[in-house]
């Protein structure tokens, strides 16, 4: 299937890259507002300019379009190329409010397009690997999730909706993510129009206790999100080596130890086994174009109805959040 890349920027070098990789589909051009991308990108594929959007989604030919774009432009975008009748894959956020989102969803059911929202991390082997094993864990009590690095400003959406978002979709795949209480406190940096730290506290309906805290102020880079059950904890920590690391201590729930058992527990937590799982699978963003495909060719599966919710869901969560900032 011939397809376009719109935008090559950071992200978009690399979605043009696993086109390049994809059986499925074929790269039939890059485009970007700024020409010298398109040079750039031209010392890496052969592939066919267009001088426009416009042109791209009248050439019949190319049936897909990926758009790698600032998130306040997903919408208009994508609504064009789904009135072109083009299947849509779309960096996250899908877009920036709940009713634009919901109208995508309407366009691509009526032009019969496969629309996908690429919260990567889904994709992941670590991810697909908790989600597979999250009974070992046994009740979960608590989330506690950091993404921090510094200086990658967006200018149009703030920290949550850059950052955030992620863990949020995360932890949705994973558990759920009905919200029963939620407190947020964020601060923009100086002048900058956008937030740039925020720490989020939730209670879950599931009574679970999710924390994150994001930053765009951090000297270094922290990718890391800990999950503690009642049997066993977990660490995810998608900068490491190793990214899971499994405890066999879980979390203290009881009221009362007698001090004989109380010394068992505290020797168990000292000398609990860690243990670092294998992951197999392919690299995120791959698995994320196979599910595309898959999408394309299977528009009436069930599982494309199981995305979208999941989409609208971190979509009204972020809008929550967002109206809760002190």
């Known amino acids: 299937m011939q397809v376009a890349v719109i935008g090559y920027g950071y992200w ?23 020409f010298k991308q398109v040079l750039e990108a031209q010392k890496l594929y052969d592939f066919t300019i267009y001088q426009s959007y416009d042109d791209i989604l009248q050439d019949d030919k190319i049936e897909a379009v990926f758009i790698v774009t600032p998130p306040h432009t997903h919408f208009d975008l994508s609504k064009k190329a789904l009135e072109f009748s083009k299947h849509v894959f779309v960096e996250k956020p899908l877009c920036t409010n709940s009713l634009h989102a919901q109208k995508l969803y309407h366009l691509a059911q009526e032009k019969k397009c496969a629309l996908h929202c690429d919260h990567i991390f889904l994709y992941a082997p670590p991810v697909i690997w908790l989600k597979q094993n999250m009974d070992i864990l046994g009740n979960i009590v608590y989330i506690n999730a950091r993404r921090i690095n510094l ?10 909706w850059d950052l955030a978002i992620h863990d949020l979709s995360i932890i949705d795949y994973l558990i ?4 029963k209480n939620v407190e947020v406190f964020a601060r923009k940096y100086q002048d900058y129009p956008n937030n740039a730290l925020a720490n989020i506290n939730l209670e879950l309906q599931n009574g679970v206790i999710v924390t994150i805290s994001v930053s765009w102020l951090s000297p270094i880079k922290i990718r890391e999100m800990i999950i503690g059950g009642e049997k066993k904890s977990v660490i995810y920590d998608e900068t490491k080596k190793d990214k899971i690391i499994l405890f066999d201590s879980g979390v203290v729930v009881k009221d009362y130890f007698s001090p004989a058992n109380l010394y068992q527990k505290m020797v168990e937590y000292k000398t ?3 243990s670092n799982p294998t992951l197999q699978g392919k690299m995120a963003l791959n698995q994320s174009l196979d599910a595309f495909a898959f999408k394309i060719k299977n528009l009436t599966h ?5 995305d979208q919710k999941h989409v609208m869901r971190i ?7 967002s109206t809760s900032k002190i």
Do not use: M
Not at 12 to 32: E, M, P, Y
């Open 12 to 34: 978009g070098r690399n979605v043009a890259r696993a086109i390049v990789d994809s059986d499925f589909f074929h790269l039939k051009t890059i485009f970007d507002c700024d």
């Open 151 to 160: 200086g990658l400003f967006q200018n149009s959406v703030d920290v949550i």
């Open 176 to 179: 759920g993510l009905e919200i």
């Open 272 to 274: 609990g086994a860690i």
């Open 302 to 306: 069930v599982q494309n109805i199981l």
């Open 315 to 321: 979509i009204e969560v972020l809008e929550k959040i």
